[in-house]
């Protein structure tokens, strides 16, 4: 730690005032360096005599206490006196990341409901939290920081707790306090949705899969009327009052639900939306109004139609349920890592009913699943939307971090190729794409200079995304990978920001 101190006597730092700090986190000296060790001006905070800020030493970074008196010990880690200095170095550990809550409150988590764009990130690798907030924090959009599903926690051996503490720590050393959320993204049981309200996500994405019956959509007349006949004579007569040939008209757009299809809806859907109803009860149990519960319709293997988006949100509303954002399947494609799949005008003319729905009910938020390099159809979602939308880009950071790997480390990146081909059959499991990656250029064949350009092919950005789990377990490669990306922080922080700011641009938010 002596060339922390080294730092912060040559500068001056530990006598300084908050105001004074201030002025130097404003500047565009983001960090002060001596040899290889570097300091985050922006994390520069004092309180009752303790000067706070994240640093990196020996390619780790930490939490930094720093006093001419004995430090606290809420904060666990090596305590050194230099002098009359006391410094000590926490761990970016999920005990010092609740500690650090109670001191500085803005690293954690907050419900952004009121808040009217917001950007989903995902960062499965716990560390590009800081380029992210970089991007967002120059547009009028608020950042969820903290995003991962059940399955992404499996994938990279992490938890919600931990993805919380790791999005904390970078939002201390960015000094960022204008809000981030957290989501515990795609949960379908009240134990999954538990552990993310312990672990104080405010977001929670209520992913109705397991109480949807989708088989109905292809159910004939006759079949309908059946099953219909089934449900209790109160909500036979319930649908067949509300939905009699419904027609909802709003800026210019139709909608019509004609008595059979409602029906169908009711089959469809009621059971799902009974288990909404009862997750937003229990969620407000536990966090009063400060929570953002999303509706997940979206992994189906049809389009959501609008008039069954229609009856969804009304029934919702009906219930009680407190709808902050809501995802339809669109139609066309949202695969991972890629643009969209399908006709832009289609898509357009869909979007634009969605989104008329949404704005006569409550003015909810349209959320956009998988939407991560979605770059065609940013400029309509903006559009129609006037921003009033959630944009979920999980996945589309960890592969921008791998092109960091092909620019600098060659055999590394050679290596993570190979291995991705070999992972690839079993993520398909996982996930739905239509990547066919038998006709990829031969990495053997190419020079080091070439192999970014896979990073920009289709299916081998989808071969990538989708088998980050086993390359993230895979003991040959991790550790390099983190130790490269590591090494070159900064272009790694800088392929992340930028690829952020674009899709923040071709959604047409503004600057702040």
Request: with cysteine; net charge negative.
């Amino acid at each position: 730690m002596k060339k922390i101190i080294e730092i912060l006597r040559e500068n001056n730092l530990e006598e300084l005032s908050q105001t004074q700090l201030d002025r130097l986190k404003a500047s565009e000296r983001e960090k002060i360096e001596k040899d290889s060790t570097r300091l985050y001006t922006r994390s520069l905070y004092t309180r009752e005599g303790i000067l706070y800020f994240v640093a990196k030493e020996d390619g780790e970074k930490s939490l930094y206490l720093c006093s001419h008196r004995v430090l606290p010990e809420d904060f666990t880690g090596q305590v050194e006196q230099f002098g009359d200095l006391f410094l000590k170095k926490a761990p970016f550990s999920t005990d010092n990341a609740a500690t650090l809550r109670t001191v500085f409150p803005f690293t954690a988590p907050v419900s952004l409901r009121e808040k009217r764009t917001t950007i989903g990130c995902g960062d499965r690798l716990g560390i590009a939290s800081a380029a992210h907030i970089r991007a967002i924090r120059k547009y009028q959009a608020y950042p969820v920081l903290a995003q991962q599903s059940i399955r992404e926690l499996n994938f990279t051996n992490r938890t919600f707790k931990r993805i919380v503490a790791d999005a904390g720590f970078q939002v201390f050393q960015e000094g960022y306090e204008d809000g981030w959320g957290a989501d515990g993204d795609h949960l379908k049981s009240i134990e999954d949705v538990d552990t993310a309200l312990q672990a104080g996500m405010p977001m929670i994405t209520l992913d109705l899969t397991e109480t949807l019956h989708p088989e109905a959509v292809r159910w004939d007349e006759p079949k309908i009327e059946e099953e219909f006949g089934e449900l209790p004579q109160a909500v036979r007569k319930h649908i067949d009052q509300e939905y009699r040939d419904l027609v909802f008209e709003n800026r210019g757009v139709t909608v019509r639900l004609p008595r059979l299809e409602a029906r169908r809806c009711a089959l469809m859907y009621l059971d799902a939306l009974d288990f909404a109803a009862l997750m937003d009860r229990h969620i407000r149990e536990h966090r009063g109004e400060a929570y953002d519960l999303e509706i997940s319709i979206d992994e189906t293997s049809t389009a959501t139609l609008p008039g069954h988006h229609l009856f969804i949100i009304r029934e919702l509303r009906r219930r009680g349920v407190t709808v902050n954002s809501l995802a339809p399947r669109f139609i066309g494609e949202f695969q991972k890592g890629v643009d969209y799949i399908g006709n832009l005008e289609e898509f357009e003319g869909q979007f634009a009913v969605h989104c008329a729905i949404a704005q006569a009910h409550g003015d909810y938020k349209i959320s956009i699943h998988s939407g991560s390099d979605k770059f065609s159809v940013y400029p309509a979602i903006g559009r129609y939307t006037h921003h009033r939308l959630h944009l979920k880009t999980a996945g589309t950071s960890w592969v921008e971090a791998i092109r960091t790997i092909a620019r600098t480390e060659p055999e590394l990146y050679r290596r993570m190729h190979k291995k991705a081909q070999d992972f690839f059959p079993e993520a398909l499991k996982s996930y739905h794409i239509s990547a066919d990656i038998s006709g990829l250029p031969d990495i053997n064949t190419l020079r080091d200079s070439q192999l970014e350009e896979y990073l920009d092919i289709s299916e081998s950005r989808q071969m990538l995304h989708i088998s980050y789990g086993g390359l993230l377990r895979d003991s040959e490669i991790r550790g390099p990978f983190f130790k490269a990306l590591s090494d070159h922080e900064e272009l790694h922080d800088t392929i992340i920001r930028k690829h952020m700011e674009k899709h923040l641009s071709k959604l047409g938010v503004k600057k702040r």
